[in-house]
């Protein structure tokens, strides 16, 4: 360390009145001014052996090979940044007054990366905060871009938004276009704090947008003794409160809901005497910026062979409050998907009465069961022993994207359909 402080001194003392480029070479305003004057040529070839000196530890530290290429980019780029701001605000003088900014910009680049060159553990041991200190933006291109992965249009908004991080250090900078250390760190402080949670709220996929703020799908859970001593209740719901948050409009859903009575009186679940159990769960299966929907599945087991259960579907229009239903979707055409859905129900149907029946009847079943919109189409869902026996379970099967589309008008397919991917762009 102290081997390279004396070389870096010697060559310093021995510059020779020649800037880091050749001067023959000089064409602007600028680098005819640096050329021109002694102590600027000295300062622009002392930046240059330094940025090159930072450039030299990045390759080399102990970080990540990832970590080392971001590092240099980091560097690369702030060093061009500084360039184009140092030509931008100097070209507005002349004569001394160009001097004394071109100084001044010398001075606060080379103050500032002088450090890097001293400790040459530095990069290793502070390269978070290096990039926080300075800017935000290469550190979380690269986290973005490790959640994102291949979603290729939500990166695209993620650098639109990051590439306006530089805007809010306007405020810390001086006539010559230098900032103030204090205040950059202060508004770096606040960007990162921001893009931070916001990173963090799309890692755990409960970001939605919803009139400019961001709200969660939250379930609450109870678990209780009912009067008798043998029989335990668990129920995971959402609240009308909660399924309120989802609508563009504060109304209430109607939707089912368990109310208890003296909730507060009944006592906790002892699982070594429950003998008979009850459980409701909900949770939303899809949810696009104008519809969500909620699945409802129950469980009680009472004594017997086995349990039973049901599970039901409730489509919700959140800028109405109101349920959505088959004739909504597809309103006054009379058979849409026939063959496809009649097909269906042939392969499904296991009670010998419902065989015998026409194609006509069938399709009428199918038409009027439980309904749900999922990312993948439409479901139709049977109940229990509603076309089979216990053993099939409820009876399921969908309605791809594709063939729907091909029957309902465009504008249609979007609003129930499209855009139903609750992404980051979302959050901004």
Not at 18 to 31: L, M, Q, V, W, Y
Not at 161 to 182: R, T
Not at 189 to 202: D, F, G, H, V
Request: with cysteine.
């Amino acid at each position: 360390m102290i081997l390279r402080m004396i070389v870096f001194l010697l060559l310093v003392v021995g510059l020779l009145d020649a800037a880091s480029f050749d001067c023959k070479k000089a064409t602007t305003k600028i680098e005819k001014a640096i050329c021109l004057d002694d102590e600027l040529s000295k300062s622009d070839e002392r930046l240059s052996y330094i940025y090159k000196e930072v450039l030299r530890n990045s390759r080399e530290n102990r970080l990540s090979k990832q970590d080392s290429k971001q590092l240099l980019r980091f560097f690369t780029t702030k060093q061009r940044a500084w360039i184009r701001t140092r030509d931008k605000y100097c070209n507005n003088y002349t004569s001394d007054e160009l001097k004394r900014c071109l100084k001044h910009h010398y001075k606060f680049q080379t103050d500032k990366l002088k450090p890097l060159i001293e400790d040459g553990g530095f990069l290793y041991s502070n390269y978070k905060s290096m990039v926080y200190k300075y800017t935000h933006k290469p550190y979380l291109e690269f986290a973005f871009r490790e959640v994102l992965g291949k979603d290729i249009k939500s990166l695209k908004k993620v650098k639109q938004q990051l590439s306006k991080w530089e805007d809010g250090y306007k405020v810390c900078k001086d006539k010559y276009g230098s900032m103030d250390e204090a205040c950059i760190l202060k508004v770096a402080k606040k960007q990162r704090e921001y893009y931070n949670n916001l990173l963090k709220k799309y890692k755990s996929q409960k970001c939605i947008f919803e009139e400019g703020e961001e709200i969660y799908l939250e379930q609450t859970s109870k678990s209780f003794m009912t009067k008798y001593d043998d029989m335990c209740c668990e129920y995971n719901y959402y609240t009308p409160k909660m399924l309120s948050k989802l609508l563009h409009s504060k109304n209430e859903i109607e939707t089912k809901q368990i109310e208890f009575e003296d909730i507060d009186k009944t006592k906790p679940c002892d699982k070594q005497k429950v003998r008979f159990n009850s459980t409701l769960e909900q949770t939303i299966v899809f949810i696009n910026q104008n519809i969500f929907t909620l699945k409802t599945e129950e469980y009680s087991y009472t004594g017997g062979l086995h349990g039973d259960f049901a599970t039901s579907y409730d489509n919700i229009d959140r800028h109405s409050g109101k349920r959505v239903f088959w004739e909504d979707i597809f309103a006054k055409n009379k058979r849409p998907l026939y063959r496809y859905i009649v097909d269906n129900m042939k392969q499904i149907v296991g009670f010998a009465e419902f065989i015998s029946y026409s194609d006509d009847k069938l399709y009428d079943m199918a038409k009027t069961a439980g309904m749900a919109i999922v990312d993948d189409g439409i479901k139709i869902i049977f109940g229990l022993y509603s076309i089979s026996g216990y053993a099939d379970g409820e009876p399921t099967f969908v309605i791809p994207l594709k063939m729907i589309k091909k029957v309902i008008p465009k504008e249609k397919y979007i609003y129930y359909f499209d855009n139903k991917d609750i992404n980051i762009e979302a959050c901004f």
